[in-house]
Nanobody, 120 residues
């Protein structure tokens, strides 16, 4: 059994910053790619940033230069620092990870999401 739990969301003014955290728990053998997705109201879920197990990162064009994804392999955690936030960043943010356990090969898991609202 694997669970992903996000934290760090909230209300922030335009230009402000937030740091999202996601912790994976369970009998984990290994984790490949971890990432953050978001779903604005009325829109489809989209990739925001991802980070491979070798540290390689990928960002959506809309957040390049503003967001930074990182991971702590020893703690099975992934983070995303979000700076210079804009109203269009408002969305539910979801943690994602490809995880191998004792019972399953690498499988995609999702957190329940954390709300980020950017408003003046």
């Amino acid at each position: 059994q694997v669970q992903l739990v996000e934290s760090g969301g909230g209300l922030v003014q335009p230009g402000g910053s937030l740091r999202l955290s996601c912790a994976a728990s369970g009998i984990i053998v290994s984790i490949n790619t971890m990432g953050w997705y978001r779903q604005p109201p009325g829109k489809e879920r989209e990739l925001v940033a991802s980070i491979a197990n070798n540290g390689s990162t990928n960002y959506a064009d809309s957040v390049k230069g503003r967001f930074t994804i990182s991971r702590d392999n020893a703690r099975n955690m992934v983070y995303m620092q979000m700076n210079s936030l804009k109203p269009e960043d408002t969305a539910v943010y979801y943690c994602n990870a490809e995880i191998k356990t004792l019972y399953r090969t690498h499988t995609t898991y999702w957190g329940q999401g954390t709300q980020v609202t950017v408003s003046s």
